[in-house]
């Protein structure tokens, strides 16, 4: 069976290799850098004890340093489960979400044909090449110097003249021995509504475009004359070339990428060259068309975090913020982007001949973080000294979060919202003070603001004046933590629950973490101690964790997931409790309403709902380890509450 054009490229970039090798290895994690895709691990090839297994997750590819095994995603997959072939792409399509192509006899003529066009493209290159030579050229060859380019790096660029005759290449071609329709379908010719055969690009300068392999897949030209229809035309979509799909500079911006130099994704042909004269050599340019989602994920690939250059005028941030909005919701843990605004008026070509490459790489280092660039799109050139014209803003930018569906990310996109809000209207957030209600008599309502006054005997005791200080988080954290450890066959049931917790003891978040990556080890609590001894022991060490029998080994697995329950639903109902307080502390100005009032007492109510004892149960109930009776159904109702929280907008419940 033969797979369709651009099947296993798509394949190995939905695919992660370090993901699909990590079922099989243990990282070490002290000689690996995630950051940078660099992964080292024993050979699971050969025995041995040393990381010598190498996995470049950038590029794709594997190599061991010992037994010199080599390859990428699908020669991984074939060795170490004994698989041909096709068996192993039709592994890794299921678990990147791929169609598998229904068996076609016609198949291998298709790829065939590939080969071919891929041929005619080279050669077409080849004669562009030459007439940049011919006297036809010279006008071409002088803009080409004016831009700094000298013979040296035309020929790095394998910069072309296309000379402005109707079937000037197509003839050329056809004397070659390449049939018409193949020249019509490498996209580098077309055929007129008389049945005549045209060349595409004339009387413009030609940049080979190649995919990541160095194969050239289409052409690039800059019109040489100033009432040409298009300044820049590419070649149409081909069996070769997809525009969405690919970058110009691609092979060389990943092999520098990888190096250790910023991924920089300029507009167009002659900025990548430019910066890439210039030092800058990992920059790529989208193809004539908007940034794409398949591009963006092909970025990524390429780096964790690249930066958009682009011009500093209004069309330069429109540019941005259309790009802000297609990466929102496919943002990822360590998947970003930057943004660096160059001068208005000035491309980087421009700002380096004028100011050179140190100029550039200011603008570089000054790059913008994506919620910088979208908060400046809500908010630049508006007055916000109403009420209403807050509100308005407070909804476009919650909009705009929804639109995140890591929850983790958008939880840190509303902390940094809410503190440009502060900036923004002059206040500054506050450390949380329990203030008490409003009395009646007091001046307040109509009148000066009313001072807060220390809770009375009868509301110190009150659900709404009784805030817990947190102090518990930690002893619970090590609870959860110390029940995964000793019973690793409950983290799968906990997962979601444990990635959206948030874990501030000392090492707790470093240990949730290494427990969701290596949950499946065979021996996770050797796993952990090898890798982060000191918090690993302190957690299952600590006075609470020891003498709880629910969380020993021996325990019976039901019983530990009661107990992991138990905790997680009493430490999400005390944070959702906390955050709902201080969200009301926030908005109240000495005047209690009746909102603010019942939201707060049903977030304390759910909280001590969590941790009710066996009176006035309903329905099921658990035994928690320390012998106190807890109702499923308030349990629930606890989970419910944390997860009705919207964290994006500092803890307020998403339903008042």
């Known amino acids: 069976m033969s797979l369709p054009p651009g099947f296993l490229d798509e394949l190995r970039t939905r695919v992660s290799l370090s993901q699909v090798a990590g079922r099989k290895v243990t990282w070490d994690m002290r000689k690996s850098n995630m950051a940078k895709g660099d992964w080292w691990a024993p050979c699971p090839f050969h025995q041995e004890k040393s990381a010598s297994f190498h996995v470049d997750d950038r590029k794709g590819f594997y190599y061991c340093f010992g037994c010199h095994a080599k390859g990428d995603v699908l020669s991984f997959v074939k060795?170490?489960?004994?698989?041909?072939?096709?068996?192993?792409?039709?592994?890794?399509?299921?678990?990147?979400?791929?169609?598998?192509?229904?068996?076609?006899?016609?198949?291998?003529?298709?790829?065939?044909?590939?080969?071919?066009?891929?041929?005619?493209?080279?050669?077409?290159?080849?004669?562009?090449?030459?007439?940049?030579?011919?006297?036809?050229?010279?006008?071409?060859?002088?803009?080409?110097?004016?831009?700094?380019?000298?013979?040296?790096?035309?020929?790095?660029?394998?910069?072309?003249?296309?000379?402005?005759?109707?079937?000037?290449?197509?003839?050329?071609?056809?004397?070659?021995?390449?049939?018409?329709?193949?020249?019509?379908?490498?996209?580098?010719?077309?055929?007129?509504?008389?049945?005549?055969?045209?060349?595409?690009?004339?009387?413009?300068?030609?940049?080979?475009?190649?995919?990541?392999?160095?194969?050239?897949?289409?052409?690039?030209?800059?019109?040489?004359?100033?009432?040409?229809?298009?300044?820049?035309?590419?070649?149409?979509?081909?069996?070769?070339?997809?525009?969405?799909?690919?970058?110009?500079?691609?092979?060389?911006?990943?092999?520098?990428?990888?190096?250790?130099?910023?991924?920089?994704?300029?507009?167009?042909?002659?900025?990548?060259?430019?910066?890439?004269e210039a030092g800058f050599r990992a920059t790529v340019a989208p193809l004539g068309t908007a940034v794409t989602e398949d591009?963006?994920?092909?970025?990524?690939?390429?780096?964790?975090?690249?930066?958009?250059?682009?011009?500093?005028?209004?069309?330069?941030?429109?540019?941005?913020?259309?790009?802000?909005?297609?990466?929102?919701?496919?943002?990822?843990?360590?998947?970003?982007?930057?943004?660096?605004?160059?001068?208005?008026?000035?491309?980087?070509?421009?700002?380096?001949k004028q100011q050179g490459a140190g100029a550039m790489q200011k603008v570089l280092d000054a790059a913008q973080p994506m919620v910088s660039l979208l908060w400046r799109r809500e908010t630049e050139g508006k007055s916000f000294d109403s009420p209403e014209r807050k509100a308005a803003l407070d909804k476009t930018l919650r909009a705009a979060l929804?639109?995140?569906?890591?929850?983790?990310?958008?939880?840190?996109?509303?902390?940094?919202?809410?503190?440009?809000?502060?900036?923004?209207?002059?206040?500054?957030?506050?450390?949380?003070?329990?203030?008490?209600?409003?009395?009646?008599?007091?001046?307040?309502?109509?009148?000066?603001?009313?001072?807060?006054?220390?809770?009375?005997?009868?509301?110190?005791?009150?659900?709404?004046?009784?805030?817990?200080?947190g102090t518990d988080d930690s002893l619970r954290e090590a609870v959860i933590l110390a029940g995964c450890i000793n019973h690793p066959a409950?983290?799968?049931?906990?997962?979601?629950?444990?990635?959206?917790?948030?874990?501030?003891?000392?090492?707790?978040?470093?240990?949730?973490?290494?427990?969701?990556?290596?949950?499946?080890?065979?021996?996770?609590?050797?796993?952990?101690?090898?890798?982060?001894?000191?918090?690993?022991?302190?957690?299952?060490?600590?006075?609470?964790?020891?003498?709880?029998?629910?969380l020993s080994q021996g325990a019976d697995e039901e019983t530990a997931a009661n107990c992991l329950a138990e905790a997680m639903a009493r430490l999400q109902a005390d944070r959702a409790h906390r955050l709902e307080i201080s969200d009301a502390e926030d908005d109240l100005t000495g005047v209690a309403d009746e909102g603010l009032t019942w939201r707060v007492s049903k977030a304390a109510e759910a909280r001590h709902s969590a941790a009710r004892g066996p009176q006035d149960t309903k329905g099921d109930s658990v035994l928690a380890p320390n012998g106190i009776e807890l109702d499923r159904d308030e349990l629930d109702r606890a989970r419910k509450l944390h997860d009705s929280i919207d964290f994006s907008r500092g803890g307020r419940s998403s339903n008042h």
């Not at 399509?93 to 169609?99: F, L, S, V």
């Open 79 to 276: 060795e170490t489960e004994n698989t041909g072939f096709m068996e192993a792409v039709e592994v890794l399509a299921r678990e990147a979400g791929m169609t598998m192509p229904a068996r076609d006899p016609r198949a291998a003529e298709k790829a065939d044909q590939r080969t071919q066009l891929s041929q005619v493209m080279e050669e077409a290159v080849k004669w562009f090449r030459l007439q940049l030579k011919t006297s036809a050229a010279a006008e071409a060859r002088a803009y080409i110097v004016k831009r700094g380019l000298d013979e040296a790096a035309q020929d790095r660029w394998e910069i072309g003249f296309a000379p402005d005759q109707r079937q000037a290449l197509f003839l050329a071609m056809t004397q070659k021995g390449f049939p018409a329709e193949m020249i019509i379908a490498a996209g580098l010719c077309a055929k007129a509504d008389d049945g005549s055969i045209y060349d595409r690009f004339r009387g413009r300068i030609i940049f080979p475009i190649r995919d990541a392999r160095g194969r050239a897949i289409s052409l690039g030209g800059r019109a040489m004359a100033a009432d040409a229809r298009a300044k820049y035309l590419n070649g149409p979509e081909t069996e070769l070339f997809d525009k969405g799909r690919s970058l110009f500079n691609q092979g060389p911006a990943r092999e520098a990428a990888g190096k250790g130099q910023p991924l920089v994704v300029a507009e167009g042909y002659m900025d990548v060259i430019a910066l890439s």
């Open 295 to 352: 591009q963006l994920r092909l970025l990524w690939r390429i780096s964790d975090e690249p930066i958009i250059a682009l011009d500093g005028d209004t069309a330069g941030v429109r540019a941005a913020l259309r790009v802000i909005d297609l990466a929102l919701p496919v943002l990822e843990a360590g998947k970003g982007l930057r943004f660096a605004l160059l001068p208005t008026g000035l491309d980087p070509d421009d700002l380096i």
């Open 402 to 469: 929804k639109r995140i569906t890591d929850p983790s990310i958008r939880s840190h996109y509303g902390e940094e919202i809410k503190r440009l809000r502060w900036d923004l209207f002059g206040t500054k957030p506050r450390a949380f003070t329990p203030r008490a209600p409003w009395v009646p008599g007091q001046r307040g309502r109509g009148g000066a603001p009313a001072q807060p006054i220390a809770p009375m005997a009868t509301t110190r005791a009150s659900l709404l004046a009784t805030v817990n200080s």
């Open 490 to 550: 409950l983290i799968a049931t906990f997962e979601s629950g444990l990635e959206r917790l948030e874990f501030h003891g000392h090492g707790h978040d470093l240990l949730r973490n290494l427990i969701l990556y290596h949950q499946t080890a065979p021996n996770l609590h050797a796993t952990l101690m090898a890798e982060a001894p000191l918090p690993t022991e302190a957690v299952l060490l600590h006075p609470h964790v020891r003498i709880t029998a629910a």
